[in-house]
């Protein structure tokens, strides 16, 4: 997990840089560039939690998706070494910088897909898998907790250690020890293979939730029956346990309902676009009710993707001396973040237990979702002062452009550390919880729910800014002309608003998983 991590954060958390410095592309077009390779590298997971669930297995997606990482991150490298796989280095001087031509670039995308794609069996499939050696939910709980700090804790190393290479010895090598920290991951990860519990993959279960779709619309005219021995249940050995059919979305319950022809003489199902199970029902009814708590994670995440992009451009814009014979690269900001989530991440987990031990009971998984919500708005009105601060002392010095503002780096540190802090709340608390609540069936894809989101929240948030940028001066090319200021505070707005949509649904929505339900309720 830690050799993997290490290597997706190694190329990935210093690439608007290397776009800047190394490939001559403007800075807002480098953060853009980025925030579309942040989107895939969110979104990939869900196609390799998919195949995980259906048709592969865990174990051989997450094999497969490390070495077409180690591939992709190969390729980088070369991009960074060789002088014919880049342009020609920016002159200082009233000539303008060369871009790079229509080979380096695709060579230069096609690195970046590769190593993308590799995320895609590795980020929450490694999550599920380790989940899945458990049978306890309080085992899991701890388990994803401390997965999550193991990766941030990497995500550290990356920060602090490879992001300073690539900026300071070579970007070469930088890379290159992505690469072999891939390599390492992997060879560990195949060595413990005879002690996993490795679960058969079961068919897709997303053919079975469309199957309820169609055959709920081909008996929509048949009357339903209160019997819940009209209705098909889950064939299971020894005894079949009945399951009640339930009142919310009622016309799904016409899927189920067993008509003539439906079955044949043993029992089984005939045509299963025409007769469905109760638990396929079901199943498609839970992620009918989840789906309202799962679209306020886009909102939420649009907001944050926006601002991790704004802090390297601002970074990159402000003194980053930690002492005059020593720069910090502007990459190297994030690290706060990570510093922040990780050790929030392992004191949230003392406080639980002992929350725990006092009251008999744990603040619900949506409760901890929601302080995540209070906390990344918080830090975005946080970003909105700091810099107007920094376009005030742009202004008292006469600066324009790109210029550096002679104001500490250290100024974005409070509101780094309140993002990190609300992600140790919200990330983790969002995984448990789809984790929890979705069907057996498609567990991995539970997990790579969250990917979904972040996924779709970068490509939002990369239409957002082009908007802000056609429809306003806030954010043009030369950052000391600009207003990111106001930018922050639209960010403030709109978390607010998601906040309360969030509230709403929260208070609506009704644990579905048993389990769950006796992990938030007072003990008798």
């Known amino acids: 997990m830690a050799g993997l991590t290490l290597a997706a954060a190694g190329w990935s958390n210093n690439i608007i840089v290397y776009l800047i410095n190394e490939f001559n592309i403007k800075s807002i077009d480098a953060a853009q560039i980025a925030n579309i390779v942040n989107g895939c590298m969110a979104l990939s997971p869900i196609l390799g939690a998919i ?54 670039t695709g060579i230069l995308y096609i690195s970046m897909a590769l190593s993308t794609m590799g995320v895609a069996g590795t980020r929450f499939t490694l999550a599920t898998m380790g989940a899945d050696q458990f049978t306890n939910p309080k085992h899991q709980r701890v388990f994803l907790n ?17 992001v300073y290479i690539q900026d300071n010895v070579s970007w070469g090598l930088g890379y290159g020890l992505s690469g072999a920290a891939n390599l390492i991951g992997l060879v560990a990860f195949v060595m413990g293979s005879r002690y996993y519990l490795l679960l058969k993959p079961q068919g897709s279960p997303f053919t079975g939730l469309a199957r309820v779709l169609v055959a709920a619309f081909r008996k929509r005219k048949a009357l339903l029956s209160p019997k819940t021995e009209d209705y098909c249940q889950e064939p299971q ?42 638990q396929q029902v079901e199943d498609l009814k839970n992620l009918i009710r ?56 392992s004191l949230i987990d003392r406080f639980l237990l002992t929350f725990h031990k006092i009251t008999h009971t744990s603040p619900t998984l949506l ?123 639209v960010l403030t707005i709109v978390g607010l608003v998601n906040f309360v949509y969030f509230l709403v649904c929260s208070w609506m929505y009704k644990y579905q998983n048993d389990e769950n339900k006796k992990l938030n309720s007072p003990n008798p």
């Open 51 to 104: 195949l995980a669930d259906s048709y592969l297995g865990s174990f051989k997606v997450i094999t497969v998706s490390s070495l077409v990482s180690i591939v992709g991150i190969l390729a980088l490298t070369l991009t960074s070494i060789l002088d014919l796989m880049r342009p020609t280095p920016c002159k200082h001087g009233p000539s303008p910088c060369e871009g790079p031509s229509k080979a380096q």
């Open 146 to 162: 401390w997965h999550f700090f193991t990766m941030y804790a990497a995500m550290l190393v990356s920060m602090v250690g490879i």
């Open 237 to 278: 050995p020894g005894e079949t346990k009945l399951i009640n059919t339930t009142n919310s979305f009622k016309f799904l319950n016409h899927a189920a309902l067993v008509t003539e022809g439906d079955t044949n003489p043993d029992g089984s199902i005939k045509k299963p676009w025409n007769l469905c199970t109760l």
């Open 290 to 345: 989840i789906s309202p708590i799962w679209s306020t994670g886009i909102l939420l995440h649009t907001t944050l993707a926006i601002q991790m992009s704004l802090v390297i451009l601002q970074a990159l814009a402000m003194d980053r001396h930690l002492v005059p014979q020593f720069q910090i690269s502007a990459g190297t900001m994030m690290v706060f973040v990570t510093i922040s989530t990780a050790m929030s991440l």
């Open 367 to 489: 409760k901890r979702i929601g302080i995540g919500h209070v906390l990344t708005i918080s830090s975005m009105a946080l970003s909105a002062l700091v810099e107007s601060k920094r376009l005030a002392v742009a202004r008292t010095h006469n600066l324009a452009g790109n210029s550096i503002v002679p104001m500490s780096v250290f100024w974005m540190v409070p509101q780094l550390l309140v993002v990190g802090v609300g992600e140790a709340f919200m990330f983790p608390g969002q995984v448990m919880f789809y984790y929890q609540e979705f069907p057996k069936s498609i567990k991995s894809t539970a997990a790579a729910t969250v990917a979904v989101i972040i996924g779709i929240a970068f490509y939002l948030g990369t239409a957002t800014v082009d908007l802000i940028r056609k429809t306003t001066r806030w954010l043009p090319d030369g950052m000391d002309d600009g207003r990111m200021d106001n930018v922050y505070w």
